[in-house]
């Protein structure tokens, strides 16, 4: 299905999580303003998006006059939307109230056509039983299309959770990733959201994917396990979570009735750690994988070695997972680089004899 263009010709590396999404084994008050206790100097790092959000006649007359620390309002959004698909602005009931990082992400997917998508990700999902939150579509879409960028981990302090204000910069890199498509990532974007249809879950399966899908939309932070405020490496965070952080949270923090066992299968923090920890008769193939199983992924695919597990998420069923890595906690098909190097899956919920099976 060909779509309407956008201001300009709107790529991105959607198969590979980037090499920062590996685990910890291997005039405003807004975050962007100056931080006399940062552990970096106080630098710029959307000058290049900044630049050619601009240069399209977008957000700001010159990029003296950007406002990059400032809040995004509604109002603004409203005229950037309706720039980006050359149709009348929306009146906002409150111009001048903030946008959020999940509002601007909503708008952006409709402007971008792919709000059917989106609905389709989050009916399937509550199809299914479990309980997502309303942002869950369109947050699988943006995330999939990399309208996010990762801060490095010394820069985690900038990382912004869901219902957080986002400001300009942040909206800059989004409108800039949208300006630069090559013209099939909708497409991709569609497609995917089609062959979302998960399986039938049990209660447990339930239980633990009820506790991953809260966090769709949280940052990617380096060594974080916690949607709460922390400094794992003595960066203050918001909240987020790393690749293997973001299952510890699932499996090792969060509370189960009846689920003591289950805390305790796994007993390291990182990828290297967790993927070793099942013996090699125990490791589920591509093709046995459960909702709720952990997946590991490593540069030789099954041949890989615990030591060189880079990454891991959840597996959701029907060939998707949930996961922490360069889009924050987010929604995936196993495809592309994925499928790949996917090493071998583990299954908690059976390790703690919860479910049947190996």
Same mark, same amino acid.
């Given at each position: 299905?060909?779509?309407?263009?956008?201001?300009?010709?709107?790529?991105?590396?959607?198969?590979?999580?980037?090499?920062?999404?590996?685990?910890?084994?291997?005039?405003?008050?807004?975050?962007?303003?100056? &931080? @006399?206790?940062?552990?970096?100097?106080?630098?710029?790092?959307?000058?290049?998006?900044? &630049?050619?959000?601009?240069?399209?006649?977008?957000?700001?007359?010159?990029?003296?006059?950007?406002?990059?620390?400032?809040?995004?309002?509604?109002?603004?959004?409203?005229?950037?939307?309706?720039?980006?698909?050359?149709?009348?602005?929306?009146?906002?009931?409150?111009?001048?109230?903030?946008?959020?990082?999940?509002?601007?992400?909503?708008?952006?997917?409709?402007?971008? @056509?792919?709000?059917?998508?989106?609905?389709?990700?989050?009916?399937?999902?509550?199809?299914?039983?479990?309980?997502?939150?309303?942002?869950?579509?369109?947050?699988?879409?943006?995330?999939?299309?990399?309208?996010?960028?990762?801060?490095?981990?010394?820069?985690?302090?900038?990382?912004?959770?869901?219902?957080?204000?986002?400001?300009?910069?942040?909206? /800059?890199?989004?409108?800039?990733?949208?300006?630069?498509?090559?013209?099939?990532?909708? @497409?991709?974007?569609?497609?995917?959201?089609?062959?979302?249809?998960?399986?039938?879950?049990?209660?447990?399966?339930?239980?633990?994917?009820?506790?991953?899908?809260?966090?769709?939309?949280?940052?990617?932070?380096?060594?974080?396990?916690?949607?709460?405020?922390? /400094?794992?490496?003595?960066?203050? /965070?918001?909240?987020?979570?790393?690749?293997?952080?973001?299952?510890?949270?699932?499996?090792?923090?969060?509370?189960?009735?009846?689920?003591?066992?289950?805390?305790?299968?796994?007993?390291?923090?990182?990828?290297?750690?967790?993927?070793?920890?099942?013996?090699?008769?125990?490791?589920?193939?591509?093709?046995?994988?459960?909702?709720?199983?952990?997946?590991?992924?490593?540069?030789?695919?099954?041949?890989?070695?615990?030591?060189?597990?880079?990454?891991?998420?959840?597996?959701?069923?029907?060939?998707?997972?949930?996961?922490?890595?360069?889009?924050?906690?987010?929604?995936?098909?196993?495809?592309?680089?994925?499928?790949?190097?996917?090493?071998?899956?583990?299954?908690?919920?059976?390790? /703690?004899?919860?479910?049947?099976? @190996?």
């Amino acid at each position: 299905m060909r779509r309407p263009a956008l201001l300009a010709a709107c790529c991105l590396l959607l198969a590979a999580p980037p090499a920062f999404a590996t685990t910890m084994g291997g005039g405003s008050t807004s975050p962007y303003a100056h &931080r @006399q206790d940062s552990v970096v100097p106080p630098k710029s790092w959307d000058k290049t998006e900044i &630049r050619l959000v601009v240069a399209h006649g977008l957000m700001a007359h010159s990029v003296a006059a950007f406002r990059a620390n400032d809040v995004l309002n509604q109002g603004e959004l409203a005229t950037l939307v309706a720039a980006l698909t050359q149709q009348p602005a929306d009146t906002p009931a409150d111009p001048s109230a903030a946008v959020t990082v999940t509002q601007l992400d909503a708008r952006l997917v409709k402007a971008l @056509q792919l709000s059917d998508a989106a609905s389709t990700v989050l009916s399937g999902a509550r199809a299914a039983g479990l309980s997502v939150p309303s942002r869950f579509g369109t947050e699988t879409m943006a995330r999939m299309l990399g309208l996010r960028t990762n801060h490095p981990a010394k820069d985690d302090d900038l990382e912004l959770l869901p219902n957080d204000p986002v400001t300009r910069a942040e909206t /800059a890199y989004s409108v800039a990733k949208i300006l630069r498509f090559g013209g099939w990532e909708q @497409q991709y974007a569609e497609d995917a959201a089609a062959t979302f249809v998960l399986p039938t879950l049990s209660t447990w399966q339930k239980r633990v994917l009820n506790t991953a899908v809260k966090f769709v939309g949280f940052p990617y932070v380096w060594g974080g396990t916690s949607e709460k405020p922390e /400094a794992p490496f003595g960066v203050q /965070a918001r909240g987020g979570f790393d690749c293997s952080g973001f299952v510890w949270r699932v499996y090792k923090l969060q509370t189960y009735s009846g689920g003591a066992a289950l805390n305790a299968t796994i007993k390291g923090r990182t990828t290297y750690q967790m993927s070793g920890e099942v013996p090699r008769a125990k490791r589920i193939a591509y093709a046995k994988l459960a909702p709720g199983d952990l997946l590991f992924f490593g540069p030789k695919g099954p041949k890989s070695k615990p030591s060189s597990i880079g990454h891991t998420g959840i597996y959701l069923g029907a060939g998707w997972m949930i996961h922490s890595s360069g889009q924050g906690v987010a929604v995936v098909p196993l495809t592309g680089w994925y499928r790949q190097s996917f090493a071998w899956g583990r299954r908690p919920l059976a390790e /703690a004899g919860l479910i049947q099976g @190996q």
